[in-house]
């Protein structure tokens, strides 16, 4: 009944939209619209496949968002739980996740705001239908950021990233570098001072004015791997906010400081178990990204120089920083993946083998797996090429065998 | 022991409305109409004027380029009519049929007398050319090249697709002259592609010919799949292709001495009431199979061929030469289906895992939920978008081809590309899976069949 009101309401004021409409020149805003509401009546043409899978950019794009859903109600959780550890408060669960959602709601609203204000305008100059490819950039911007980012930086990255990594080369599925990745990749370079050091991964002020307090004396807010990149020793010794200790299985469930979505290995696995039996990500590219991180991780554990990220065991590499998210949500994005086969197992392994060898070998980037994945997006054509080449190839010395 | 190959790529689309293995009756319109549109690449001269007398076998028109090839009448009969539209382009040629059919003489001509060339210019000019199709570019063969072997595929795995051991019953004397025929027009092999595991399969007893079997999910009975595993195409190759049934056509000329294109199709598709099988000839109105045997209510999609790759027509239509199958669905214009993107769609069938498709079709669900009956509609449920999604179209296509790579050479126009991986192999319905499955909506066909004669103009 009230699917048929919305319906009838739609088809009302369509007419304003079209061509001659008051509101032309919001056409492609009330296109996206229409098309979220109701599955569009196109049909097939008249030569071709008259029937079609159900399966589309909207339910593809929606599962992801779903699969990253777990990471960040866990990294509200551990914002709100970071807070009021540093500012000495017992607070229960429900509070800490309170404020957890303030301080992380205004940068998806920003996140979303900017970026598909500008895909709305790029749609309406083109003259094309709304595309859906920001959906899940938008959402996972908030979560590969520092919280306490400064929100207009969070604006100008994403515009940034939106207009200079995806639009100019022709929307969604034309783009060469992860449009996420470039946001963060554009606050890190662009605002250096702003987006290390040890005061940016724990919001020690207030969210929306709600939560506040004084940071108590013992507190440091540097990330495990920051600690390890600017360690005075060659041992590979990590601590908490207050000097406790840390190892794998505090990497593993994720109450510590890092970027808003990625301390939590238990989350982002719910969200690859998602992606794998859905088949929306490769499980090629997800596996192979680790099984290069470890490998590389072992070998500097054997082989490498005497420096405490060096020493840092392997296994801790692949659950503290950013390594475990980039891998199933970055790495196995589609667009700038390699998109063949055979191309997906080097690109993985290649992506954990930098991302490693970047956190070891240059202090300055104590989390590689950021760089790691942009270069590898530059170099996925590449691999892909030869993956093809080898097919073609193959039907050339067919083709000589077949005159002889 | 025959050879076999098996795939499991591919897909098995589940739709209601196959027909019953019965011929309902012969169904042939008083007035049927050649269209030259369906003859893909002909050029058409129409040597006949309105008021003229037809006999069945009477060339209507020719091509222009190879004015030896002729098409001619399914029906002895009067010329009705020679439409055209706009700018003189040819729409159709009609005819009105006698009531007993009266046969051209084409003198009866003994196979085992005639030479490859006799046998092609007999051919040729009574007008069965045109069922010969060649690979590259899927078009009616070149006569002026010799093929490097033949292909029949003995079986069609599209979606309801006629059974041929069924149509074919009594007639295999027919089909092996036709074997015979094409044998004399390759210095190559002519192949049969045979379905494994069919018991006591006629084709499996034919003679002359390469009997390769095959297993798996379509597209494996497409006859291009098979060029592709057997004897695959190279740069300046050419190996022809002809259906089943119309092998019955050259069979029947050489053992009868007539044109007789009497051929049987299967009505089928969720929205017939009584899916069953006819006895026609090419250029029948589709009108009469329909009438009173489709469900009311709903805009219809008619469909020459199967539902993946065949034609649309309207109801006023009439059946294109190259069809075994026609194909009724819902078309889908009247369904307002709200948040589609988000809702479980228990009742559409996906080749993904984002839908209980998958689930639902395990043998525990089953049982407890019974058969789900899928519901399909022609519209393409989605918006058209840039490739995203990657390793769809390679897990439904059984060829050594990269498709995606393929199909972005052919979007971008690059000949070169479009050579170096695999353009000379690949038909449009070889490609059909990939329309379905495909996330962005791509019409694929249309783009395969585009870029083909693109090729052809450039390069031949």
Redesign the interface.
Known sequence: MD??A??NFMDKIKPYFEKGGKLEKLHSVYDGFE??????????????????????????M??VIVALVPALLFGMYNVGYQHYLAIGQDVNFWTEFLFGFLAVLPYIVVSYAVGLGIEFIGAQIKGE?I?E?FLVTGFLIPLIIPINTPLWMVAVATAFAVIFAKEVF?????NIFNVALVARAFLFFGYPTHMSGDSVWIRTGTALGFGGGNVVDAFSGATPLGQIATASTSVPHITDTFGHSLGFWDGFVGLIPGSVGETSIIAIMLGAFVLL????A?WKTMLSVFFGGALMGIVFNLFGPDTAAAHFPWYNHLVFGGFAFGAVFMATD??T?A???KGKWIYGLLIGCLAIIIRVLNPGYAEGMMLAILLMNIFAPLIDFY??DA??K???S??QK??Q | MTNVIKTTKGLD?P?DGAAQKMIERTVISDIVALVPDYYHGIIPKVLVRAGDRVKAGTPVFHDKIHENLNIVSPVSGKVLAVNRGEKRKLINITIERDVVNEYENFGHPSLESLSGEEIKSALLKAGIWPYIKQRPYDVIANPNKTPKSIFISSFDTAPLAPDYNFILKGQFADFQTGIDALAKLTPGKVHLGVKANVPSNEFLKVKNVEITEYEGPHPIGNVGIQINHVD?I????VVWTVNVQDMLYIGRFFNKGIIDLKKIIALTGPEVIEPKYYTTLPGTAVAPFINGNVHKGIPL?Y?LGN??????VDINDFIDPYASQI?V?D????????????MP?LN????????FTPLLQKKFFKKIFGDIKFS????????????????EY?RVLPM???P??LFKAMITGNIDKME???GYEIA?EDV??C???????L????IV?EALDMMKKELE
Request: glycine share 8%.
């Open positions: 699917m048929n919305l319906r098309t979220f509401l109701f599955v569009p009546t196109t049909t097939a043409p008249k030569y071709g496949s008259h029937i079609h899978d159900p399966v589309d950019t909207k339910r593809t929606s599962t239908e595309q490819g022709g929307g969604t599925g034309m039996i859905t088949e929306v490769s589609p667009v993946s998109r063949t086969e993956v093809v097919n073609v193959k039907r050339i067919r083709a077949s005159i | 689309i739709i695959p190279n740069k300046g190759e999609r469909i539902v993946i790759s065949g034609i649309k194909f669905i078309e889908g214009t009247e369904i307002h289906e709200f948040l589609g993107w988000a769609r559409k069938f996906s080749a993904t895992k984002l839908f399909y509609d022609a519209r393409i449920l989605g918006g058209r978008r840039a490739i995203i999604m990657s390793n390679d050594d081809i990269l995606e790579y170096a991986l695999g449009p059909a899976l329309e379905f499955v495909c996330t962005s909506k019409p694929l066909q249309l069949r």
